[in-house]
């Protein structure tokens, strides 16, 4: 088994998350997974081929390109088909990303479940820029620095895309919710 | 005394925590900060709910048809397959070619005018028409050619 064999099997699963994360949609995502790993591919066939943990942001920054390549060409074919604008960037209000909540029995659980389908509307209604972010950091584990590499973006942008992202989340979250739990979002004695 | 610091300066601070170990000033302002703070406060509590949320939820696993069908797909791409496509010989003279079919539509539209109809136009014109609209087809119908054969050839893989 050769090293590309290895990294093929090993993140796999992530890339087609990360995928489905990027486009939030199931086509688009399968589209997208074949070509950051044909890239990749290419790229280890030239003697690019990270080890360790760093194949993980490797893949992740290939994955990235190819989803703005993706866009460019959607955007250049909807000029001359004239495409709606939704099937871009900005999907429709309750697009999925494809998670699937493990169910739990009683009213414990059932209210855990509401939350995990609130946050999953939640993190898919987010803006593009803003839902990358939140995905490789609190999905993959990737640090700010590693987001700013996959990404390339300064971490400082990295920071600020992470803070909107959940002041957005609990503000959407807040709305998914019933009243009653709506909870601990008052902004009072702010400063 | 401590520095008064903003709410969305605390947020950052408390989501850069996650990230790396703060300092002990930097925590104790947090903390402070906290104690007066609800809608801080409410901050933190809904950040880490988000992160068990997250945590708990499943993920999507891709298809076995899709990662099989990526695998043969990666093994028909072999590099040798590749770079015996076309000759560099061959690239540089397309290269030259495109370069020189450039400076002489450059050269030959000097004299074209807005007011002019097609039959003014000179042979260079023409040709500029016919190419722009060579690759504006290209450009609209390539993407649909590719995903049709890709969708035959799927096709009979799987009969």
């Known amino acids: 088994m050769t090293i590309f064999d290895e990294i093929y099997e090993m993140y796999t699963p992530h890339v087609y998350r990360f995928a489905r994360a990027l486009t939030r949609d199931a086509g688009d995502a399968e589209d997208l997974f074949q070509e950051t790993w044909l890239r990749a591919y290419r790229a280890a066939s030239e003697g690019v081929e990270p080890r360790g943990s760093e194949a993980k942001a490797w893949l992740f920054a290939i994955a990235a390109n190819a989803h703005r390549d993706q866009l460019r060409k959607k955007r250049v074919r909807r000029l001359f088909l004239s495409e709606r604008k939704r099937s871009l960037e900005v999907g429709p209000a309750d697009a999925d990303l494809g998670w699937d909540s493990p169910g739990r029995a009683g009213e414990d659980g059932a209210a855990r479940s509401d939350i995990r389908l609130c946050l999953r509307r939640a993190v898919a209604r987010l803006p593009g820029k803003e839902r990358r972010v939140f995905v490789l950091k609190d999905i993959e584990g990737f640090k700010h620095d590693e987001i700013a590499g996959v990404l390339g973006i300064p971490e400082a942008t990295v920071r600020t895309l992470l803070h909107r992202a959940v002041k957005r989340l609990r503000k959407d979250m807040a709305e998914f919710r019933p009243v009653k739990e709506a909870g601990p979002v008052l902004e009072e004695g702010r400063t | ?159």
């Open chain 2, 1 to 159: 005394m401590t520095p008064r610091v903003s709410c969305p300066d605390i947020e950052r601070l408390m989501l850069e925590g996650e990230d790396r170990e703060l300092a002990r000033a930097e925590r104790s302002l947090i903390e402070d900060h906290l104690g007066g703070c609800a809608g801080c406060r409410a901050f933190s509590a809904d950040r880490l709910e988000i992160r068990e949320v997250t945590a708990a939820l499943r993920w999507p696993e891709p298809p076995d048809r899709l990662v099989r069908k990526t695998r043969e797909m990666l093994l028909e791409n072999e590099p040798e397959a590749r770079t015996a496509a076309l000759p560099t010989w061959v690239l540089a003279a397309m290269a030259v070619f495109a370069v020189a079919t450039g400076l002489w539509l450059a050269v030959s539209l000097a004299g074209v005018t807005p007011d002019m109809t097609l039959a003014d136009l000179p042979v260079a014109g023409l040709a500029a028409v016919l190419i722009i609209i060579q690759n504006a087809l290209t450009l609209l119908f390539a993407p649909v050619v590719l995903r049709t054969v890709r969708a035959r050839r799927g096709a009979s893989e799987s009969a």
